[in-house]
């Protein structure tokens, strides 16, 4: 007996370990992300060599992070969470891995051209979409209704103006229009952007010469940030894409502007107050229709100074795949699945049929040019940003003096006059133009 207790003991002690690879996962704190983490265990299941670490941060703090790491080769993180900005100018610079050998069972060609067009640099693909959107208008349709108002299909600012001034009743804790005031290129730049393209603004001319200061841009900011101090409410320079959200869903909002993905949480029932009250919209313009909403998709990346790419790629080829699909539907109903990546998600009957809002959120995604965002031509690609490395730094500090004018702390004169002369002062550093 002591003899096969010896040899049972030494055979365990000899049975080789599993070993296990841990991935540090870097993504932002938006509601379909907090869903891929929570469903991350059925990959961990299926794959009990791989051990998922997650970094969720709030969508600036990502950015500042991610750049950060990966300009200096700091291989904190072995996946990234990145989008239609980064993604051309880090796979030009040589800093991710190329998805160049994607499996056939992914499907590939399923993935919207345009989303992967925006993701590529010299036609290679640098990362895979999570979920793509752009914007549209969502509103109460039984405020409207009971306000006597009627929500234009194709709205300009002025009938967002409109509309909101009759559904605003602070009062009773609903503020007319909700838009985002938080600083930040991709807070309310991003959102400030698309709104200036369509009266005709343009960030700088074909000589890279700022544009600040143009009438067109006077009108534009004069027009939004407008609407959010005499519609918005309290603190609203401090209210970004999910603090709209939360406001919007607990049925505080009666106009937002703001992402086509936000559909989707909008109609969970575990998370929105305003089921079957809500009215989906196309982006307002102002006086063009072009450039008025953008393109943008949150997208997983492998950088080139992950110690375990195969395993990131393994995760990423899950997360984005027609299965993690299929099991968000399963999880939380098909009208909260990741939207505007897929051909097969629009070709489902059940999508369709639970999703009143993929119709228009197809077509805005469609209908967005990143290489033409602007009535009058510019040297720069980018709908909500500027496509080049300096806007990121140039976005946050004009996005700080826009935020002045929502918190009243500055005219729009005033923080116009300084947005120019930061972003020529920026530009001129940078050697602009660039021949």
């Known amino acids: 007996m002591t003899r096969i207790l010896l040899a049972s003991l030494l055979a365990a002690v000899s049975m080789p370990a599993l070993a296990q690879t841990t991935l540090t996962i870097a993504t932002v704190n938006n509601n379909d992300m907090v869903v891929m983490q929570r469903l991350s265990t059925e990959f961990e299941n299926e794959n009990p060599d791989i051990k998922l670490n997650w970094v969720v941060l709030e969508e600036n ?87 006597g108002v009627t929500m234009p299909e194709h709205p300009t600012w002025k009938d967002i103006g409109e509309v909101g001034a009759k559904l605003h009743d602070p009062s009773n804790g609903i503020y007319g229009v909700c838009l985002r005031g ?8 991003g959102q400030i952007t698309p709104a200036a393209n369509s009266f005709g603004a343009r960030w700088f001319d074909m000589d890279w010469k700022a544009q600040l200061d143009s009438p067109q841009w006077h009108e534009a900011l004069t027009t939004y940030t407008d609407l959010i101090k005499n519609y918005g409410p309290p603190g609203a320079s401090s209210n970004g894409y999910n603090e709209n959200l939360a406001l919007f869903a607990s049925g505080k909002c009666g106009i937002w502007v703001d992402a086509t993905v936000s559909a989707g949480f909008l109609a969970d029932p575990d998370q929105s107050t305003v089921i079957d009250k809500v009215g989906y919209a196309y982006p307002p313009y102002g006086k063009f229709d072009k450039g008025s909403h953008y393109l943008w998709a949150w997208s997983l990346a492998v950088p080139v100074s992950s110690k375990s790419p195969d395993a990131a790629n393994k995760f990423i080829y899950w997360a984005t795949s027609k299965a993690y699909i299929d099991l968000v539907a399963k999880d939380t109903g098909w009208a909260t699945v990741p939207p505007g990546t897929r051909k097969s998600t629009y070709d489902n009957p059940e999508y369709i049929e639970a999703a009143p809002f993929a119709k228009l959120t197809l077509e805005t995604i469609q209908s967005a040019d990143v290489n033409g965002p602007t009535q009058e031509p510019v040297p720069y690609r980018g709908i909500g940003f500027v496509g080049i490395p300096e806007f990121q730094s ?10 002045a004018v929502v918190a009243g702390q500055k005219s729009v004169d005033d923080a116009l006059k300084a947005a120019q002369d930061l972003t020529t002062r920026a530009m001129a550093q940078a050697g602009y133009p660039k021949k």
């Open 182 to 189: 938080k600083p930040g290129w991709g807070e309310n730049i």
């Open 394 to 403: 140039i976005g946050t500090s004009v996005g700080q003096e826009f935020g």
């Open 61 to 147: 703090t990502l950015r500042q992070r991610l750049t950060t790491d990966i300009s200096t080769n700091g291989g904190q993180y072995d996946v990234m969470t990145i989008g239609m900005f980064e993604a051309p100018m880090w796979g030009e610079r040589g800093w991710l891995k190329a998805f160049d050998n994607v499996p056939a069972d992914y499907d590939l060609d399923d993935v919207f051209q345009s989303v992967r067009d925006g993701l590529s640099f010299d036609g290679k693909l640098y990362a895979l979409p999570f979920y793509a959107e752009s914007q549209m208008t969502f509103y109460r349709k039984d405020l409207t209704d009971k306000a």
